[in-house]
T-cell receptor
Framework: DQQVKQNSPSLSVQEGRISILNCDYT??????FLWYKKYPAEGPTFLIS?????DKNEDGRFTVFLNKSAKHLSLHIVPSQPGDSAVYFC???????????FGTGTRLLVSP | GAVVSQHPSWVICKSGTSVKIECRSL??????MFWYRQFPKQSLMLMAT?????????EQGVEKDKFLINHASLTLSTLTVTSAHPEDSSFYIC?????????????FGPGTRLTVT
């Protein structure tokens, strides 16, 4: 039972344009969401997070949007850069639980 | 800040032997550490959660006698794969957190590639 889903396994974007990565979840107990970036053979790197009391959080080129009614969140990267090419995982946590549930990942390729 | 290291970065061992992987938080005290496993092109699967000084909590389906986890200090956790078999070959990643400081954020080590021959 995949509680966190990233339905697009891959995404290709041109440099300078916006990248939008999507994530859906099924567990209504989730109240904190995170995005991680991962290169091959490396550990994930924390990018940005959002609490369920907010619907938007911004950090530089990265913005995460949360739509609780749709159980959907998205990560916007603008402008996209070739160095952003990696696999992006969304993750979720439920209040009172420390562990994260990860999505299946989306491979982003930003071409020059 | 929030740097986590893992050692070794890769290891090859023979079937039936045991392998120990270390996870260290370098610039903070990790009250909680997590161990994950990732198969090629798949998501990270949580194996266990360990709190300093307590027994680890294993996820369903993870053999606690096979994957021994020790979290003896606030900066070190170890995962020992006992009597390793080829199906244990995988990429093992640890993470560390300090919930009082960062809420739910976890900071990951670089991972350890285990190959069992």
């Amino acid at each position: 039972d995949q509680q966190v889903k990233q339905n697009s396994p891959s995404l290709s974007v041109q440099e300078g344009r916006i990248s939008i990565l999507n994530c859906d979840y099924t567990n209504s107990m989730f109240d904190y969401f995170l995005w991680y970036k991962k290169y091959p053979a490396e550990g994930p790197t924390f990018l940005i997070s959002i609490s369920s009391i907010k619907d938007k959080n911004e950090d530089g080129r990265f913005t995460v949007f949360l739509n609780k009614s749709a159980k959907h969140l998205s990560l916007h990267i603008v402008p996209s850069q070739p160095g952003d090419s990696a696999v992006y995982f969304c993750a979720a946590s439920a209040k009172g639980f420390q562990k994260l549930v990860f999505g299946t990942g989306t491979r982003l390729l930003v071409s020059p | 800040g929030a740097v986590v290291s893992q050692h070794p970065s890769w290891v090859i061992c023979k079937s039936g032997t045991s392998v120990k992987i270390e996870c260290r938080s370098l610039d903070f005290q990790a009250t909680t550490m997590f161990w994950y496993r990732q198969f090629p092109k798949q998501s990270l699967m949580l194996m266990a959660t360990s709190n300093e000084g307590s027994k680890a909590t294993y996820e369903q389906g993870v053999e606690k006698d096979k994957f021994l986890i020790n979290h003896a200090s606030l900066t070190l956790s170890t995962l020992t794969v006992t009597s390793a078999h080829p199906e244990d070959s995988s990429f093992y990643i640890c993470s560390a957190s300090q919930p009082a400081r960062w809420s739910y954020e976890q900071y990951f080590g670089p991972g350890t590639r285990l190959t069992v021959t």
